[in-house]
């Protein structure tokens, strides 16, 4: 018997209340299907999500089942910046998978589709389904297009912080604002938006090659459509729950990918959270080990050059995991019923890529262009990066990690020694680095925005004005417990942990000390006191000093969603999840 039978059995005010909704008695009986997105006029990312709920309401009808349409919108980080709203950012994920688990738990359901696009939305969804573990598939919801002279909305940091330096004219940046996003969808370029999205594919829990379609294509509709029958199908068939599809090879698998497509950092946050979900450790570590000598193959902003619409004219997601191939565990289970192995043999005979190649085509006339597969995904054996795109940092000044995009950091700055400019808020940085009292040779530091400190929000705006100065980009390094925008790029290192707020050493960093930084060593440390180098035992006993004088500042949110999160996030590294042990 379903679940939803079963509780219709022993709850008789269920039938009455749902056919109060408008639901008639033959639906009643039918497999019942719990539809949850993030849609709302909240941002492009969710705003067309309500066509993505039809479609899949209709795939439901089709298979015999009926659904139920719910909704929690998620908020845009691109919007929240430059205020405190985007401390509210990663508490926000918490907050979705709290608000699924609640409205799944409360009222039966068979199974579930799960549509969302961005940042928080997506993997709040993702953590929510884990919990809540009926049959489910997860439908991404795209991206949008790209502007005029392919202008996508990560370079708008670029044009403000040139106009902060009288680079441009105020008419060049409202141009820029007028038209960075032209229409609905996922910010066009791999940011964490995008990279979850093509996590959620490459974990099995969504149809493959749904993931990071244009958001206005038919193409959408139809997986859509096509995800709503499917969920009736996997409430029908034993042992297909998310929990029997996603296993740790699963997390494996989107690792690799994650490497091949230069994903976000942010990824390092939601990954091993909802690994948690599911019972499997994910750490740091996981990500570092797996990219060490993984093929990195994507040639999209804001590590490359295209937006992010072209990775599916390539091919997508498919296309990436077949230069893969013989580095992921083939056997995975995934939401069609089907390994992954057998799901790319699939595509291939469907022809899947001539339909890619068909799109491509398209866009190029449109475009005036000439762009071909292999400008976007390059072959396994042409890769642009040999080890991976991210990399875990530790030592004295991280001991549990932190973390870098290193295919986004000039190689200038892959080995240095540099002079620690502390800074106690981004807003105190931003203004030293746009009035040039920051130098070429120092290590910036932002600290006291970790989760305990301030929400973790991301230091967007400080990693533009650094990258889009000539004399800085290559030149200094920004060191944060905070996070960066999945489109940040530069010598810019986040998450570092423990953080400022818990006692970590980036809260004993003073003015003057000298930073180690070594991307192939895999390491970040104090070296130096005072402009001087000195030996370990010296570095540590100062440190133990200065520990002993420290004291935490007063929390910074005394009421609301940031106190509970404050109170409750586990470290970065971890996830930052909520930790009730």
């Not at 050493?505 to 390491?523: F, H, T």
């Not at 004291?551 to 404050?566: C, D, H, I, M, N």
Request: charged share 25%; aromatic share 6%; proline share 6%.
């Amino acid at each position: 018997m379903l679940p939803s039978q079963e509780i219709r059995r022993i709850a008789p005010e269920l039938d009455p209340l749902r056919i109060g909704t408008g639901w008639n008695k033959e639906d009643l009986d039918k497999v019942q299907v719990f539809i949850e997105s993030t849609y709302g006029d909240s941002h492009p990312g969710s705003g067309h999500l309500d066509r993505l709920v039809e479609q899949a309401r209709r795939g439901i009808r089709e298979a015999g089942g009926h659904g139920a349409r719910y909704f929690c919108t998620d908020i845009c980080d691109g919007e929240s910046q430059g205020h405190d709203g985007i401390n509210y950012s990663l508490a926000s994920r918490e907050m979705i998978a709290n608000m699924i688990e609640i409205q799944g738990r409360a009222t039966p359901f068979d199974a579930g589709v799960f549509i969302a696009s961005c940042d928080k939305g997506l993997p709040g969804n993702l953590m929510g389904l884990a919990r809540l573990n009926i049959p489910s598939v997860v439908v991404p919801g795209g991206t949008m297009a790209a502007g005029p002279e392919l202008l996508t909305l990560e370079q708008l940091g670029m044009y403000s912080a040139m106009y902060e330096r009288g680079e441009i004219t105020g008419e060049k940046l409202d141009w820029a604002k007028q038209n960075a996003c032209p229409g609905c969808g996922a910010c066009s370029f791999i940011g964490t938006a995008s990279t979850m999205q093509i996590m959620a594919e490459a974990l099995g829990l969504a149809l493959p090659g749904s993931a990071l379609l244009p958001a206005d294509s038919d193409d959408l509709l139809e997986y859509a459509r096509r995800a709503g029958a499917q969920a009736v199908r996997l409430a029908r068939t034993p042992h297909m729950t998310p929990r029997d599809i996603v296993t740790s090879e699963s997390f494996e698998n989107a690792i690799l990918v994650h490497a091949a497509i230069s994903g976000s950092t942010n990824a390092l946050l939601h990954i091993p959270a909802l690994a948690h979900e599911f019972g499997i450790e994910i750490t740091g570590e996981t990500f570092d080990r797996l990219h060490r000598g993984a093929r990195y193959l994507l040639d999209i902003r804001p590590a490359g050059r295209w937006p992010a619409e072209f990775f599916y004219y390539a091919g997508g997601v498919p296309a990436i995991m077949e230069e893969l191939r013989h580095c992921l565990h083939l056997d995975a289970m995934t939401v069609t019923g089907r390994t992954l192995g057998e799901n790319l043999d699939a595509l291939k005979a469907e022809g899947f890529y001539e339909r890619c190649q068909s799109l491509l085509d398209a866009s190029n006339v449109r475009r005036g262009l000439h762009v071909k597969k292999r400008d976007v995904i390059r072959a396994y054996d042409s890769a642009i990066g040999t080890d991976g795109s991210v990399a875990v940092l530790k030592g004295n000044l991280a001991p549990e990690g932190a973390v870098i995009k290193h295919t986004a950091c000039p190689a200038e700055m892959f080995e240095a020694v540099l002079t620690a400019r502390p800074f106690e808020s981004e807003e105190e940085c931003i203004d030293a680095v746009l009035h040039h009292r920051v130098q070429p040779g120092d290590a910036v530091f932002i600290r006291y925005e970790g989760p305990k400190g301030s929400g973790m929000p991301e230091m967007f705006y400080t990693t533009e004005a650094i990258s889009s100065d000539p004399a800085l980009a290559r030149s200094i390094a920004l060191i944060t417990d905070g996070r960066f925008s999945g489109a940040s790029t530069g010598p810019v290192i986040g998450h570092c942990s423990p953080e400022a707020q818990a006692g970590g050493p980036i809260a004993l960093v003073r003015e003057g000390d000298l930073i180690y930084l070594s991307i192939p060593k895999r390491r970040l440390e104090i070296v130096g006191i005072a402009g001087k180098r000195l030996p370990p035992e010296e570095i540590e006993a100062a440190l133990k000093a200065r520990r002993e004088s420290w004291k935490p500042r007063p929390p910074k949110y005394r009421s609301g969603v940031l106190r509970l999160f404050a109170e409750l996030a586990a470290s970065p590294m971890r996830g930052a999840y909520l930790d009730w042990d």
